[in-house]
């Protein structure tokens, strides 16, 4: 049987990474990257990946996973920011 605690770090995993989903779809259908901020991005992705270092250093799956899709959302945020920014 799984961990508590296990099930809760995927639940949270889960949550965490979904509620950035909205934010990538919008940027993308709509071209408009007005509200992010560059600095931002750079700062959450460089915490995203000591996350995932973190997560494979202590063996925490839903860590991994968790951190390992917001990092890919993230970098789509970044691309969005780049490619878009004249728009």
Do not use: H
Not at 17 to 32: D, G, I, N, R
Not at 38 to 66: E, K, N
Request: net charge positive; charged share 10%.
């Amino acid at each position: 049987m799984t961990n508590p605690i296990e099930i809760l770090g995927f639940v949270a995993a889960v949550l965490t990474t979904t509620a950035f989903l909205p934010q990538v779809y919008t940027t993308w259908k709509t071209k408009s990257v007005e509200g992010l901020s560059l600095t931002m991005l750079f700062i959450f992705i460089s915490g995203l990946l000591c996350w995932l270092v973190y997560g494979f250093l202590i063996d925490s799956v839903p860590i991994i996973l968790a951190n390992f899709v917001t990092v890919i959302l993230g970098f789509l945020l970044l691309f969005f920011k780049i490619r878009y920014k004249n728009r």
